[in-house]
């Protein structure tokens, strides 16, 4: 199913390209599939760490796939994002 949902996004993703600039795009997510179905889509990513998400320390706090921007949390993730 992961992989339906990200290959939907992906379409998405490029349907919206056409009216938004791609500069301005930037794709967060906290699980490594969302992230790299942004990716196919030619987006750049941003991905927040969740070591938590299954209880304490039992989440990844690192990302297994490439992420442009990499933060511990989304107050991390809007600083780096200059908000």
């Keep these: 199913m992961g992989v339906a949902i990200n290959s939907y996004l992906a379409d998405r993703t490029g349907a919206m390209r056409k009216s938004i600039r791609q500069c301005m795009m930037v ?12 990716a196919k889509a030619g987006l750049r990513t941003a991905t927040v760490a969740r070591p938590d998400e299954f209880g304490p320390g039992s989440g990844p706090s690192t990302p ?11 107050n991390d993730l809007a600083d780096k994002l200059g908000a």
């Design 64 to 74: 297994k796939v490439a992420a442009d921007i990499i933060a511990k949390d989304l």
């Design 27 to 38: 794709s967060a997510a906290a699980h490594d599939g969302k992230t790299a179905g942004a």
